[in-house]
């Protein structure tokens, strides 16, 4: 009975380590997807290769310990001269991995648990599934995808026919009425319905396009800072103006095509000009549009230069292909930067020895409190990007070199954009409005606006550039 007792709680024993194991590896995985996806997209994917190496068994070929240091600071085994490294270095052209020193171990460890996971998959799904079952959905595939590209085929044949019937039946219709003497078919009253027709059509689906794909846009979201609602005013205004005078000159023109079509019997009037006329299009389109760009001046100018008092202070450092983002500390002033320490010290080039650097927070996420003034700088590493936050009614060119700025306050939290938009999944983004390269589509970064509460909850949870970056060169210029 004893024995039994023992086998019975060693065997409980076994399954609760192993369970816990388990999970432990699942959530090690989930938190490696969030991690990979907030750093690694950009560059990198697991099957594909996109600016750096497809990443699938990558864990195969290389020592967990030496993915760590890889992945924290490539540029660091590339000096201390690891083969690998150098060799990896080259193959890819000599290009800068972005050095991740503010992951823990233990976070790099996860994004290499999701790698594996995402690579091992595939062949599982594979194993698991029985041949039959395989071989039968292979064939149900190529037969559907034989069927479409003959029904593709057989379109093409029947337009080629059909263009070909036409345009013989045009010819055989112009012989007969040079044999007649005059035109079997008026081209003229045809083209005029055929201008007629094409307005309404086109009339028809500009409006449709605007009922149905406007619901798709972030205008259908609402605007969340305090400007997006006068923003959004001023281009529905603008929108209506220009939409108006689009229809009526759009109905003038080919209703003119079509009423006065070239019937033989009318002669068409010279009429040089009309100053009257001339004074009034120039003078009123010149009105409308000085009042709309003055406007457009004072939403701008609230948008550079904040009014409101003590904004915080956030950097945002681009570069092909990611974002990076630096809050102010307790202190709200960014530290000194030098761009020759890019890379080195840290992705940002930040200059730790300076003071008012040493509370400054880097984060790959950026989160922002609610109805709270936030001022935002920009810098860029190597071409020029656009920080684009199309919630936010806000964007600014990044410019190597050329710092530049604005403001805003953001004015709804993710929770409530959640609930409004009833998307369960739905988050902020910075994204890139430049096309600044082949992975520019990739370039993002998430957004969370919390409350006040949970605000302060995750910026306690971060670590300050103090405690995250060790000490730099001696020779660092402190550039601001």
């Avoid at 995985?29 to 594909?48: P, R, S, Y």
């Avoid at 305090?226 to 939409?243: A, P, W």
């Avoid at 033989?264 to 100053?275: F, I, Q, V």
């Avoid at 960014?334 to 761009?339: E, I, K, R």
Wanted: hydrophobic share 45%.
């Amino acid at each position: 009975m004893k024995i039994f007792n023992s086998l019975t709680k060693s065997l409980f024993l076994f399954s609760l380590l192993f369970t816990f194991g388990f999970n432990l590896k699942a959530q090690s995985a989930d938190e490696g997807k969030t991690l990979f996806t907030a750093n690694c997209t950009a560059c990198h994917a697991i099957n594909d290769k996109i600016v750096g190496p497809a990443l699938k068994d990558v864990h195969k070929r290389r020592e967990e310990a030496w993915l760590v240091k890889w992945i924290k600071n490539s540029q660091a085994m590339v000096k201390a001269g690891d083969p690998v490294a150098v060799q990896l270095y080259k193959e890819n052209n000599e290009s800068v991995m972005t050095s991740f020193e503010n992951l823990s171990d233990v976070q790099v460890k996860s994004i290499i648990a999701y790698i594996k996971a995402e690579s091992e998959a595939p062949a599982a799904a594979a194993t698991a599934a029985v041949p039959g079952d395989n071989t039968k959905t292979k064939m149900n595939n190529e037969s559907n995808e034989s069927l479409v590209s003959s029904i593709n085929w057989l379109l093409l044949i029947i337009s080629i026919l059909l263009i070909t019937v036409i345009s013989y039946v045009f010819s055989i219709l112009n012989r007969i009425g040079k044999i007649q003497g005059k035109e079997v078919i008026n081209w003229t009253s045809v083209n005029g319905f055929l201008l007629l027709a094409f307005l309404v059509i086109g009339l028809i689906a500009t409006f449709w396009e605007f009922a149905v794909h406007s619901k798709l846009t972030v205008f259908a979201d609402g605007p969340a800072s305090v400007h997006g609602k006068e923003y959004d005013n001023m281009f529905m205004i603008t929108l209506i103006i220009t939409g108006v005078v689009f229809v009526i000159t759009q109905i003038l023109l080919f209703w003119y095509g079509f009423k006065y079509k070239n019937d033989g019997k009318r002669k068409a009037l010279y009429y040089p000009d009309n100053h009257k006329i001339e004074l009034l299009w120039t003078v009123v389109p010149a009105i409308v549009l000085t009042i709309l760009v003055i406007r457009g001046l004072f939403v701008w100018n609230d948008m550079m230069y904040s009014k409101e008092e003590n904004p915080r202070n956030v950097e945002l450092f681009a570069y092909q292909f990611g974002w990076d983002a630096r809050i102010a500390g307790a202190d709200n002033k960014l530290g000194a930067y030098n761009f020759r320490e890019v890379g080195k010290a840290n992705a940002l080039g930040v200059d730790p020895k300076d003071e008012k650097a040493k509370d400054d927070i880097i984060v790959k996420e950026l989160h922002l409190e609610v109805n709270k003034p936030y001022h935002f700088s920009f810098r860029s590493k190597d071409v020029i990007h656009s920080a684009y936050f199309p919630h936010f009614r806000a964007q600014m060119n990044v410019v190597p070199g050329l710092p530049t700025q604005f403001s805003f306050t953001p004015s709804v939290t993710t929770a409530e954009m959640r609930t409004k938009t009833g998307k369960p999944n739905f988050d902020y983004a910075l994204l890139c409005n430049k096309i600044c390269g082949s992975a520019h589509y990739r370039m993002k970064m998430v957004i969370i606006v919390d409350t006040k509460a949970d605000y302060e909850k995750w910026l306690k949870s971060q670590k300050t550039l103090a405690q995250s970056t060790p000490v730099v060169s001696e020779n660092t210029v402190a550039l601001k």
